[in-house]
């Protein structure tokens, strides 16, 4: 199996990558990626463009991330293999795409009587005109007019100061329509939550708990951002509660360092048992030597 390369999270310029769908494929098959899904963030357009070409190398799976929270914090959760022409997913993405726009309009007004910070109205309509811009699309703007250096000033410096308090759905929804369009829902980055926020122990353990019950099916344990530890724990937690595994590298073009096919996979020698029941039961692929 070492030799079949699985990348199940990236994002396109739908949501906040600097590729295009139909790019971004071309540049998975160039990096030998064998199965990869397209998973931007509260969109699901783009992956069920790729999903209609009639080109099947590499093989691709739908996807999508969701954002959420509660009372306990904030979540991403990955949907994999969902009919992206049914109802409650359709919905989900159009109600996720009201929510960022919202929260785009409050924070360029923010920009603007905190900072001065103002942009010309071509540059603003253009904005609006995104699929689901967010921070990162807002923070190269600023770099673009001289209000900051670097787009990660922009937004640590400036655009996180404000806590948007806009709509969302909790992750026992986002969950339930998932499960609802045939599809398999996976908590994206286990051991991070909000910003820097790291979970761990018992606090992890609990959240995974309670995701579980909610009816999720999976922990993306193989991330660009794990070490070894956090790999480990997730992987445990994965085992203890039944749980698929999945590999990703949160790939976005230009826009972060990440490449794709960082998923840490190429450091274990044998994969887990989650991996290959995810293979084999959501993606349809037998088992490989």
């Known amino acids: 199996m070492k030799r079949f390369s699985i990348d199940l999270h990236m994002h396109s310029t739908v949501s906040d990558g600097?590729?295009?769908?139909?790019?971004?494929?071309?540049?998975?098959?160039?990096a030998g990626?064998?199965?990869?899904?397209?998973?931007?963030?509260?969109?699901i357009h783009g992956s069920a463009?790729?999903?209609?070409?009639?080109e099947k190398t590499p093989a691709f799976l739908t996807g999508a991330e969701f954002s959420c929270r509660d009372e306990e914090g904030k979540y991403h959760i990955l949907a994999y293999g969902y009919d992206?022409?049914?109802?409650?997913?359709?919905?989900?993405?159009?109600?996720?795409?009201?929510?960022?726009?919202?929260?785009l309009r409050t924070r360029l007004d923010f920009l603007e009587s905190e900072f001065g910070f103002t942009f010309p109205e071509e540059e603003r309509a253009a904005l609006y005109a995104m699929s689901n811009p967010g921070k990162p699309h807002i923070g190269n703007l600023m770099v673009k007019y001289?209000?900051?250096?670097?787009?990660?000033?922009?937004?640590?410096?400036y655009i996180d100061l404000l806590h948007v308090k806009s709509g969302y759905f909790r992750p026992e929804e986002v969950i339930a329509e998932i499960l609802?369009?045939?599809?398999?829902?996976?908590?994206?980055?286990?051991?991070f939550g909000s910003g820097n926020q790291l979970i761990t122990g018992e606090a992890m353990e609990r959240r995974v708990r309670r995701l579980t019950e909610y009816g999720l099916r999976g922990l993306e344990a193989f991330y660009s951002g794990f070490g070894d530890v956090l790999r480990r724990e997730n992987l445990t937690l994965a085992e203890r509660y039944g749980l698929y595994v999945t590999a990703g590298s949160d790939y976005h073009g230009t826009n972060k360092t990440v490449q794709l096919g960082d998923t840490g996979l190429t450091d274990v020698t044998e994969w887990p048992d989650g991996l290959r029941r995810f293979l084999r039961e959501v993606c349809g692929i037998p088992e490989r030597s």
């Open 33 to 43: 990626i064998s199965l990869f899904s397209l998973t931007d963030h509260d969109a």
């Open 84 to 103: 992206p022409t049914a109802a409650d997913i359709r919905a989900l993405a159009e109600k996720s795409h009201a929510f960022r726009m919202e929260k």
């Open 49 to 54: 463009l790729l999903g209609q070409l009639p």
């Open 146 to 157: 001289g209000y900051t250096p670097t787009k990660e000033e922009a937004i640590v410096r």
């Open 18 to 30: 600097t590729d295009t769908p139909e790019a971004l494929r071309d540049l998975v098959k160039a």
């Open 180 to 191: 609802s369009s045939g599809g398999t829902p996976v908590l994206a980055h286990p051991s």
